[in-house]
Each structure stands twice: as structure tokens, then as C-alpha cells.
């Protein structure tokens, strides 16, 4: 696991997460979910059963909830911590629908599932074969065609603009009200981490792992979200 994972597994800064996660780093954040809930209702079912990779915190799972009253949720996420804070967010919401495992995608049952989300998680799995791996078990739990939302936090790390970018992102949190210090803490978190990639990287792994009709829905400042077809 990175240092930012280790995070994860911090129940203080757990404690932090709906206030200092990203609502308060990834701009748009609610926009992002209405957006997400739109796309995924544009080929989902009715009563469909949605795979939730990266489910800690909760939040998507209880915004997707909200909107659609027979969709049903399994999430997993290899931090408990992280699963204890998205059953008390969401579970009021989602109830019986939500299933929660603790582990990676390959943890998850095989499905078919009819859509699936990986939302700011991909950044966190280092780019050693294990981010397409995690897409390739996303895709093959899907029924063919079903829609894959990736959203992720991508950097050029060569780039002669990638101070100036960090800067952004800390300025981003410091304008949402996140103290100083904890702000301090994540730019360094993401200056020293391998995994978060550029965003045409993610576009060659979706490839890679044989997602079709790829397309760009969501761009602010550093983060992308992507809709896709398994
Ligand atoms: C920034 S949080 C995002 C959580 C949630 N998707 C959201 O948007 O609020 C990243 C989550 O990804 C989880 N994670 C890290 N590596 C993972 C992996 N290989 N598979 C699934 N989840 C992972 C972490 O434990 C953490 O809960």
C-alpha cells in the first residue's frame, strides 16, 4: 500500500473524510455525483445491481441510493476502516441493498454485474500491472456493454507544470475551508506518489483492458472522469 493508503487505514483521519475528502479536494464534487447518477441511469436498469470499487467513505454509494430506490450496491475496498464509515454513511440509505467486502475487486463476486464505479481509487494502485489488472476484474465482472465510470486524480509528473499543478490542488482545499496543515499533508502525500499517472495513461489501461467507446465526461483541473463499455 502507498502512504496514502496507510491513510485509509487511520481511523483520525477516517474520521476526517466526509469533511476533508472530496468534497472538499475534488471540485465539482457534488456535480460529480449528479453526473455519475445520470450516466450510469442511462443504460442501468431498474432494479440493478451496481459494483462500487474503492467503496470506502461512502459517499457515492449513498448519493446513487438516494436516486434510484431499487438499485442495489456491493462495495468493496481492502480498508475497514474506510467500510465502517460507508456503512454509516450510506447504509441508512441503501439498507438491505448495500453489501460491503473488504478486499479488492478480486474479492468480489464474479457478477455479472450491470455497471461499476471506481472513483478516485485508481490513483492509489501503482502502476506495476496492478491498475490493469483491477480493470480487467472490473470488466469481467460486467455484462458486455454495461457502463464503467472511472473518475481519478491524474498528473504528469515530468511535466515542467507539475508544481504548479500541486499548487493548485492544495489551493483548491484551502479555498473549501481544510486546514493548513492537513492540506500540507496531502499535496506532499501526492508530490511523493508513482501511482497517480496522466490522464492519457488512463485512457491506454481502459484500452488495455478492453473497455469500448471511451469518453471524457468530467475535467477540473487535475481530475478526469471517464464512461466506458465492458
Ligand atoms: C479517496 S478514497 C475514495 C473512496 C470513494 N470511492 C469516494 O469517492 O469517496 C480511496 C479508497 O480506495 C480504497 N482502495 C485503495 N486501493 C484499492 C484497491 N486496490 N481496490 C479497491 N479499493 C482500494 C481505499 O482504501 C479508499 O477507501
Known amino acids: 500500500m502507498t502512504d496514502m493508503n496507510a491513510h485509509f487505514a487511520d481511523p483520525d483521519r477516517v474520521r476526517q473524510y466526509l469533511e476533508n475528502g472530496p468534497p472538499a479536494f ?4 457534488a ?23 474503492g467503496a470506502g467513505g461512502g459517499l457515492e454509494t449513498r448519493y446513487l441510493a438516494g436516486i434510484e ?21 450510506a447504509g441508512d440509505v441503501a439498507g438491505e441493498r448495500l453489501r460491503l467486502i473488504e478486499g479488492t475487486v478480486a474479492d468480489a463476486p464474479d457478477g455479472p454485474f450491470d ?17 490493469l489488472e483491477l480493470l480487467c476484474q472490473a ?12 473518475v481519478d486524480q491524474c498528473l504528469d509528473r515530468n511535466a515542467a507544470d507539475f508544481t504548479k499543478r500541486l499548487d493548485r490542488y492544495a489551493a483548491y482545499a484551502r479555498r473549501s475551508g481544510v486546514d493548513d ?5 496531502a499535496r ?43
Not at 470488466?139 to 472511472?150: C, E, I, K, T
Open 26 to 29: 475534488t471540485p465539482g464534487h
Open 31 to 53: 456535480g460529480l455525483m449528479q453526473m455519475i447518477g445520470v450516466l450510469l441511469g442511462e443504460t442501468m436498469p431498474q432494479d440493478g445491481t451496481l459494483l462500487v470499487i
Open 69 to 89: 430506490p431499487q438499485w442495489r450496491f456491493v462495495g468493496v475496498d481492502p480498508a475497514a476502516a474506510m467500510l465502517d464509515l460507508a456503512r454509516a454513511t
Open 115 to 131: 455497471a461499476a464505479t471506481c472513483i478516485l481509487v485508481l490513483g492509489l494502485v501503482p502502476d506495476n500491472g496492478a491498475k
Open 139 to 150: 470488466r469481467q465482472r460486467l455484462r458486455p456493454g454495461a457502463p464503467f465510470v472511472l
Open 181 to 185: 496543515d492537513v492540506v500540507a499533508g
Open 188 to 230: 506532499a502525500g501526492v508530490a511523493a506518489m508513482e501511482s497517480v499517472v496522466p490522464a492519457q495513461r488512463n485512457e491506454q489501461l481502459l484500452a488495455e483492458a478492453g473497455f469500448d467507446g471511451t469518453e471524457l465526461f468530467y475535467l477540473a483541473m487535475g481530475w478526469r472522469g471517464w464512461l466506458s463499455y465492458a
